[in-house]
């Protein structure tokens, strides 16, 4: 199965690459490889919540802030690779969550790129990964992600 036929399969679209807030590019290719920007939980231009874990935003929408950076990220490794069906692997994630200094469940947020990862890439998804507490993050964002894919 293709992974254009997995996602069709999870019901799963991705969005359109998100446009760059600063002077950077969203994804960049080198060799095999497809590094990401930091992505956004962010949807038609719009962040789907804002504040930081621990306190305005709850475990279960830093999950779904996940989710949808993690979307955002394959769209843009996507534009670069020239389609969703030639990202081989993933090979590393990098979670940054914007938490209060008691909020210590940064890699349960990380679960939900994670988990949408093995989900759609079974194996290939298999991958490293860091979960940061940080104290903002651009927009107000709880959620940012950085990936890096290997491609055909």
């Known amino acids: 199965m293709t992974t254009s036929q997995r996602l069709a399969e999870l019901g799963i679209t991705l969005p359109e690459v998100a446009k760059p807030l600063a002077a950077y590019v969203p994804a960049q290719r080198v060799g095999n490889q497809v590094w990401t920007s930091g992505q956004l939980p962010v949807v038609a231009g719009t962040p789907t919540h804002t504040g930081k874990l621990g306190a305005e935003v709850s475990l279960d929408d830093g999950v779904a802030c996940a989710r949808t950076c993690l979307l955002n ?24 969550v914007a938490s209060t200094p008691e909020f210590t469940d940064q890699p349960k947020v990380g679960n939900g790129a994670s988990e949408l ?12 990964r860091s979960a940061v507490g940080v104290s903002v993050l651009p927009l107000d964002t709880p959620v940012e992600i950085e990936l890096i894919a290997e491609v055909a």
Request: hydrophobic share 60%.
């Open 73 to 96: 990220a394959l769209a843009a490794v996507a534009q670069v690779a020239g389609g969703v069906d030639h990202i081989t692997r993933i090979l590393k994630v990098v979670v940054f």
């Open 117 to 128: 990862i093995g989900e759609i890439f079974g194996e290939a998804g298999a991958h490293v």
